[in-house]
């Protein structure tokens, strides 16, 4: 079965400028949730979204948004971009339930100068 | 506040070594534990999980990992690792019976094996 897609997979933005990332789950998955990982914090958990409805909410500033759609589709967009938004964002699709594997995605490399 | 820490960041064995990684969790309450795997240029992966029961956790590709509920502990083993074996691995967290969608991750731990 196809995996999660994530596009683009590579994002070049100027600082102020904003940006949205989109990933596709696996079908029948209705939970979707976002990480950034950084080679300094590592992963970190950004929001998880279930049926529409935001779930769980990381530590980050309300720059960082996102939503998902009826089809279980999520976007995050970052608004004012900054140079510390630099990182890989990975998405991860699961079933919703608590004893059922997450799904990673390749990525969005999101390079802000 | 809940973390994780892996103790090793780059970890470099020759072939048929045998490998452990630690991971220590500081969380409040029962927890679910996980091991994931990012070969290079690839995205991440499930190497095993615990959940409850036998504490001692076999995984994929001959790996396991043992949760010693007492020392906070979760470290992942191989008896005999291969240069197949290279990759970035990481150790996570979430509250028993929580959504895998919210994990904590420790900042991983890149190991590398010489042919």
């Known amino acids: 079965k196809a995996g999660v897609t994530q596009t683009p997979r590579y994002l070049i933005k100027t600082r102020g400028q904003q940006v949205t990332l989109s990933c596709s789950p696996i079908s029948g998955h209705r939970s979707v949730s976002w990480y950034q990982q950084t080679p300094g914090q590592g992963l970190q958990f950004l929001f998880e979204y279930f049926s529409e409805t935001q779930r769980n909410k990381g530590n980050f500033p309300g720059r960082f948004s996102g939503r998902q759609f009826s089809n279980s589709r999520s976007e995050m967009n970052v608004s004012t971009l900054e140079l510390g938004d630099s990182a890989l964002y990975l998405c991860?699709?699961?079933?919703?339930?608590?004893?059922?594997?997450?799904?990673f995605g390749q990525g969005t490399r999101l390079t802000v100068v | 506040a809940q973390s994780v820490s892996q103790h090793n960041h780059h970890v470099i064995l020759s072939e048929a070594a045998s490998l452990e990684l630690g991971c220590n969790y500081s969380y409040g309450g029962t927890v679910n534990l996980f091991w994931y795997v990012q070969y290079p240029g690839q995205h991440l992966q499930l190497l095993l999980k615990?959940?409850?029961?036998?504490?001692l956790v076999k995984g994929i590709k001959g790996f396991e990992a043992e949760f010693i509920k007492s020392k906070f502990s979760f470290n992942l083993r191989k008896p005999s690792v291969q240069w197949s074996d290279t990759a970035e691995y990481f150790c996570?967290?979430?509250?028993?019976?929580?959504?895998?969608?919210?994990?904590?991750f420790g900042k991983g731990t890149k190991l590398s094996v010489k042919p």
């Open positions: 615990y959940f409850s029961g036998d504490p």
């Open positions: 991860a699709s699961s079933l919703g339930r608590g004893d059922t594997e997450a799904f």
């Open positions: 996570a967290v979430n509250r028993y019976g929580g959504s895998q969608g919210n994990l904590i």
